[in-house]
């Protein structure tokens, strides 16, 4: 952490900043989260911007076209450590320069390696007042899963789960439509659109037949986020080791991409549905290179929606960061199919043990969010 000293005038403007940021939540992956404000002397906002999508220009420039001429000896408030580098776009730290920005405060360093301090650097060198540190914590969680696949090679995972009062998932026969209500539903969309992609697994997806995409029309209160013209599909991701899927399933006919992951390429599958083969872990596909193949492929966060065998495995194996529980006020009875399969426990010293991060109600369900406590490495 900085040692820095900011002013509440400072707080303020870089917390509207990562308002502004926000606002690229649906679009911006594989890049992050940004947003600028610049400042006069006065603190009078002059000019602000966020990053829209990939390839268009990042936050600084949208904030520095609004100021104008008046940029010159101001002050700019940007979520993450302005680049230094030639990416799709300019340099943004070469922008703020050009323009005669006087300081620039960032809430974060980027821990993209291409960038790393090499940005306030460059700004420093030219004479530029450097900070950083400002609502740091704010800004990591904006772009937790960007900074999970830079430094652990991994994209952020959460596990979605719907269950009753009483931890059942499905009745004894399979049936689980819907434990849930439609305000839960509508909240899962949301989560969905902000994903890059969603994980399943084939024992899923062949009792099921689902859809894993994003429905604009079930958005409810995202829609005022996103124009439906806007809306990205994540990436469909399976895992099918024994190659059980077939060519008739409903995602291979809707929008947006699918990604099969198995040990050997599966001839029923049309050409148009990418296969990724990886190996083995004794009987199972090794999920922790799953995740290695999900990041090299710029997958931010991972949004998991299976059953109680691939959530129980990955749990065990410590590669989940979030949980969230949506429980409906039903009971299912003890046969019915529990959250997780795992390994039977003989210590309490064993449990996995996590953090609450929020309980909320949604419609008539609750939904409970808890964050794993270990690093996941």
């Given amino acids: 952490m900085s040692a820095f000293h900011f002013s509440t005038l400072d707080h303020h403007l870089m917390s509207l900043a990562i308002k502004l940021a926000r606002k690229g939540q649906f679009t911006t992956t594989p890049n992050p989260n940004v947003g600028c404000v610049i400042a006069n002397t006065n603190g009078g906002v002059i000019g602000q911007g966020w990053h829209h999508k990939a390839g268009t220009p990042h936050a600084e420039v949208h904030a520095l076209k609004q100021a104008g001429e008046q940029a010159l000896g101001a002050t700019a408030y940007v979520t993450l450590e302005p680049c230094s580098h030639f990416g799709r776009t300019p340099p943004c730290a070469d922008a703020l320069i050009q323009a005669g920005v006087k300081r620039v405060v960032a809430a974060m360093v980027d821990p993209n390696p291409t960038v790393a301090g090499s940005g306030l650097k460059r700004l420093s060198e030219h ?24 430094q652990n090679n991994r994209p952020w995972v959460s596990v979605k789960l719907a269950a009753s009062l009483d931890g059942k998932t499905a009745l004894a026969n399979g049936l689980s439509q819907w434990i849930t209500g439609p305000d839960a539903r509508a909240d899962v969309q949301a989560h969905r659109a902000r994903s890059c992609g969603i994980l399943s697994g084939s024992g899923t997806v062949l009792a099921d037949n689902p859809s894993l995409n994003v429905r604009y029309n079930e958005l409810n209160s995202a829609k005022n986020l996103i124009q439906e013209s806007e809306l990205r599909q994540p990436l469909r991701i399976i895992l099918d080791g024994k190659n059980q899927l077939n060519d008739n399933l409903k995602m291979f006919d809707l929008p947006g991409q699918n990604l099969i992951i198995n040990r050997k390429p599966n001839p029923l599958l049309r050409a148009s549905v990418e296969q990724v083969q990886i190996a083995s872990v004794g009987n199972k596909l090794d999920l922790a290179a799953m995740l290695r193949v999900l990041a090299d492929k710029q997958l931010n966060e991972v949004w998991v929606e299976a059953g109680g065998m691939l959530a129980g495995a990955l749990v065990q194996q410590n590669l989940v960061d979030e949980l969230i529980l949506y429980q409906a006020p039903k009971l299912l009875g003890d046969k019915g199919q529990n959250l997780f399969v795992m390994d039977e426990l003989t210590q309490m010293n064993q449990a996995k043990r996590l953090k609450w991060s929020s309980v909320r109600m949604v419609g008539d369900d609750l939904k409970m969010v808890a964050h794993f406590n270990q690093t996941t490495e």
């Fill in 127 to 150: 004479g530029i007042d450097v900070s950083f540190g400002l609502l740091s914590e704010q800004a990591q969680e904006l772009n937790r899963g960007f900074i999970k696949r830079m």
